[in-house]
């Protein structure tokens, strides 16, 4: 059972837009929520993390929206860019060094 | 350079051999990861191993034996290699608040 579900599947957005991508955990348990990109043939690698003290996190033109009542939190990438295409997945976890059960994962294609 | 690596890149065998899979950190981390990356993309952790001590067993069957030999390093070695363990294994390392860094992953294609 899928404890993170991830949505949507792909993207496709114009370079300059809004990329927004949805998560939703059912475990309130968890307490760390980092989002991953991954390019093909690379490792995931760790773009920006939230706990659920803060309802909002920007990092550059990424941010991580978090709304603990509905248990859902989002990314969103501003000013998309060709380079920011890529396979992004949220991940949940009960501390920042425990298991990470991860979404199904959303495929990013910035248009030029 | 500071990072998580796994050796080999590629792997490609013939179903029933034994292979292993090695993988070092050199970031100071004290909690390593082997994960699993099936052909749909997910991904889905198999152990966890801090300070050398097995902290996460999931259900891998028991051809799957992982071996930490001191905190820099995290083996997986396999037996009896079936079709279905054709996937991208990650290797991935972490130190208390600092989130998961993985390795470049290791291609296993077992014919």
């Known amino acids: 059972q899928q404890q993170v579900k991830q949505s949507p599947q792909s993207l496709i957005v114009q370079k300059g837009g809004i990329s927004i991508i949805n998560c939703a955990y059912e475990?309130?348990?968890?307490?760390?929520f980092p989002w991953y990109q991954q390019f093909p043939g690379k490792g995931p690698a760790l773009l920006i993390a939230?706990?659920?003290?803060?309802s909002e996190k920007k990092e550059g033109r990424f941010t991580i929206s978090f709304n603990k009542s509905a248990k859902q939190f989002s990314l969103h990438i501003m000013d998309s860019q060709p380079g920011d295409s890529a396979t992004y997945f949220c991940?949940?976890?009960?501390?920042?060094?425990?298991?990470?059960?991860f979404g199904a994962g959303t495929q990013v294609v910035v248009t030029p | 350079d500071t990072a998580v690596s796994q050796t080999p890149k590629y792997l490609v065998t013939q179903m029933g051999n034994d292979k292993s899979i090695k993988c070092e950190q050199n970031?100071?981390?004290?909690?390593m990861y082997w994960y699993k990356q099936d052909s749909k993309k997910f991904l889905k952790i198999m152990f966890s191993?801090?300070?050398?001590?097995?902290?996460i067993n999931e259900t891998v069957p028991n051809r799957f034996s992982p071996k930490s030999p001191d905190k820099a390093h995290l083996n997986l070695h396999i037996n009896s290699l079936e079709l279905g363990d054709s996937a991208v294994y990650f290797c991935?390392?972490?130190?208390?608040?600092?989130?998961?860094?993985f390795g470049p992953g290791t291609r296993l294609l077992v014919l």
């Open positions: 191993y801090n300070n050398k001590e097995l902290i």
């Open positions: 991935a390392s972490s130190l208390h608040s600092s989130g998961e860094y």
């Open positions: 939230i706990r659920p003290d803060v």
């Open positions: 475990n309130t348990a968890f307490d760390y």
């Open positions: 991940a949940a976890s009960l501390d920042s060094w425990g298991k990470l059960q």
């Open positions: 970031l100071g981390h004290d909690t």
